[in-house]
T-cell receptor
Framework: DAMVIQNPRYQVTQFGKPVTLSCSQT?????MYWYQQKSSQAPKLLFH???????NEADTPDNFQSRRPNTSFCFLDIRSPGLGDAAMYLC?????????????FGPGTRLLVL | DAKTTQPNSMESNEEEPVHLPCNHS???????IHWYRQLPSQGPEYVIH???SNVNNRMASLAIAEDRKSSTLILHRATLRDAAVYYC????????????????FGQGTILTVHP
């Protein structure tokens, strides 16, 4: 019954070692989002896809990239994680991104950088 | 997205109603008012949204002021499972054209429910 699935729930990586977080959805939604949530802060959008159209937020560091090989899957790649990238990473979907639409969030992946 | 202002925290007793306020004095005519909540160690979940009229669903009610400069999320009978951070968010995807429904979260209100 899961709609937005994120794996793994917890990820430990080393400083500077590339890491990939994955997200999949069973809703067949056109829009997929990645948010970063640091401790005691609100989620902050990194980027989103409308179908294959990639939209990067202006202040998202170059260290963060994303891939969406098909409708169901989206990946977040952190090329060289720093200690400041330790956070919860949330994936969300929306049917078409309309202003009255609901976003559906996954449970998140908590990233720890050693 | 237009800015919202919420109290940092609120407390309630179980089984009592909770009114969570949100001010959005710079709201535009096309902004929808959305509420999401985030339980501990989980992703945010949708609660309710509205444009001008009051809205009800199985989770909550949303009361929107006539001038739309404020709104109130109403939990009719709080339970311990309602303890969460509640976010009030304005959405206008007309702005920019490429911001397909992104959510700009404020700091939200931390709701504590006492047994």
């Amino acid at each position: 019954d899961a709609m937005v699935i994120q794996n793994p729930r917890y990820q430990v990586t080393q400083f500077g070692k590339p890491v990939t977080l994955s997200c999949s959805q069973t809703l067949n939604h056109n829009v997929m989002y990645w948010y970063q949530q640091k401790s005691s802060q609100a989620p902050k959008l990194l980027f989103h896809y409308y179908d294959k159209d990639f939209n990067n937020e202006a202040d998202t560091p170059d260290n963060f990239q994303s891939r969406r090989p098909n409708t169901s899957f989206c990946f977040l790649d952190i090329r060289s994680p720093g200690l400041g990238d330790a956070a919860m990473y949330l994936c969300a979907t929306s049917r078409d991104g309309g202003k009255g639409e609901t976003q559906y969030f996954g449970p998140g992946t908590r990233l720890l950088v050693l | 997205d237009a800015k919202t202002t919420q109290p940092n925290s609120m407390e309630s007793n179980e089984e009592e109603p909770v009114h969570l306020p949100c001010n959005h004095s710079t709201i535009s005519g096309t902004d929808y008012i959305h509420w999401y909540r985030q339980l501990p160690s989980q992703g945010p979940e949708y609660v309710i949204h509205g444009l001008t009229s009051n809205v009800n669903n199985r989770m909550a009610s949303l009361a929107i002021a006539e001038d739309r400069k404020s709104s109130t999320l109403i939990l009719h009978r709080a339970t311990l499972r309602d303890a969460a951070v509640y976010y009030c968010i304005l959405r206008d995807v007309n702005a920019g054209g490429t911001s397909y429904g992104k959510l700009t979260f404020g700091q939200g209100t931390i709701l504590t429910v006492h047994p």
